[in-house]
């Protein structure tokens, strides 16, 4: 059994997460970061690979900006080889935070729990059911690129949101599919939308995945 997954993204209307540097760049609108914020607060644990702790350093807490007495749930980072630098903000004692690696990574982090899963690469459905044991029952993954890509790939999750913003970034940006593109009409992520909704000047989709409908 795992936990529910949630993947939130923005992206840019060409489908870009960040800058071709894959530096950040605000996409979301006002709207949409109160919703970031409210979605964060609600779910039980908040994902995002070592690619984005190493381009963005979130703190991914809840801002008070966005939410009243906001709960900070537990912080996921997926990082392989414990790269993680001992001064990342995700690792500031904000909140409870675990670093998911694999069995030959050697090592401790300051301020996280270590969990050991798979080998070269984190197994993912082995972590989310370690996560679901530990109590945890929804998981927000917010990025970055390789990530969701997996994710996507391996079917790992209930929920796709969306936020699309009027910006065009260009070739050479990460995408939401961290993969390898399909060769066919097969090996596709086929997804249903479920729902469309103007949140300031972009617009939030929101999608299932199509086996589960
Ligand atoms: N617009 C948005 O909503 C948004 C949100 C977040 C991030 N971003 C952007 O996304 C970009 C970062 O993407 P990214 O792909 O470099 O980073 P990422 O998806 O955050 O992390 C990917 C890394 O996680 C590790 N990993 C371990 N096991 C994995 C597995 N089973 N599947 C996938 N990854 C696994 C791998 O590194 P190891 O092998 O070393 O462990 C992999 O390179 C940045 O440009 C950032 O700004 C955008």
Redesign the pocket.
């Known amino acids: 059994m795992r936990p529910r997954v949630i993947i939130n993204?923005?992206?840019s209307l060409d489908g870009k997460?960040?800058l071709g540097t894959?530096?950040?760049t605000r996409?979301s609108s006002e709207e949409d970061m109160a919703r970031v914020h409210r979605l964060r607060n609600s779910v039980d644990a908040i994902m995002?690979?070592?690619?984005?702790v190493l381009?963005?350093d979130p703190k991914l807490t809840v801002k008070e900006k966005y939410v009243e007495n906001p709960r900070n749930p537990t912080r996921v980072v997926?990082?392989?080889?414990l790269?993680i630098p001992r001064d990342a903000q995700v690792l500031n004692g904000a909140a409870p935070t675990i670093v998911a690696t694999t069995e030959e990574a050697e090592g401790t982090v300051p301020n996280a729990e270590v969990i050991r899963c798979g080998r070269g690469?984190?197994d993912?459905s082995l972590l989310l059911e370690l996560l679901r044991e530990r109590g945890i029952r929804s998981v927000m993954v917010?990025?970055?690129?390789?990530?969701?890509g997996?994710l996507l790939r391996q079917g790992l999750f209930d929920e796709l949101k969306v936020y699309v913003a009027p910006v065009v970034i260009g070739d050479g940006a990460?995408t939401l599919a961290?993969f390898p593109a399909a060769k066919s009409h097969e090996e596709t992520v086929k997804l249903i939308l479920t729902n469309v909704e103007r949140l300031g000047e972009g617009v939030l989709m929101e999608f299932v995945p199509a086996g589960k409908v």
């Open positions: 993204c923005a992206v997460l960040a894959w530096r950040q996409l995002v690979g070592i690619g984005t381009s963005d997926v990082d392989s080889r790269r690469k984190v993912l917010e990025g970055g690129s390789r990530l969701i997996s990460p961290g």
